[in-house]
């Protein structure tokens, strides 16, 4: 069975940094498209970073230059490193995968966890 279980979430302050994991099982990280999307209260889930199959990243003009994906694969884990956070950034942020789908522009990859809460504070 596939699962992902993301952690990493809390709260920072403005100007701060976190960093999400997303733990997979049932598939390799490798194999798979992987992102990170969030959504606010009241928004729609939008996408937030993604990395295929050979290791090509995607990032929302929103958060260029500030968050990073990447994955460990030995450890089959995603990770989104969030630097310079913002208010705006508040939100339950979700790992998602899929074997084949691999665009960030909306969430319709197959797989989901169950999210993180991130809140920064002004």
């Known amino acids: 069975q596939v699962q992902l279980v993301e952690s990493g979430g809390g709260s920072v302050q403005s100007g701060g940094s976190l960093r999400l994991s997303c733990v997979a099982s049932?598939?390799?990280?490798?194999?798979?498209?992987m992102g990170w999307f969030r959504q606010a209260p009241g928004n729609e889930r939008e996408g937030v970073a993604g990395?295929?199959?050979?290791?090509?990243?995607t990032y929302a003009d929103s958060v260029k230059g500030r968050f990073t994906i990447s994955r460990d694969n030995a450890k089959n884990t995603l990770f989104l490193q969030m630097n310079n956070v913002k208010p705006e950034d508040t939100a339950m942020y979700y790992c998602?995968?899929?074997?084949?789908?691999?665009?960030?522009?909306?969430?319709?990859?197959?797989?989901w966890g169950r999210g993180a809460q991130v809140t920064v504070s002004s």
């Open positions: 998602a995968a899929d074997p084949f789908y691999c665009s960030i522009s909306k969430p319709q990859l197959r797989i």
């Open positions: 990395i295929n199959i050979a290791g090509t990243t």
């Open positions: 049932g598939y390799t990280v490798s194999s798979f498209c």
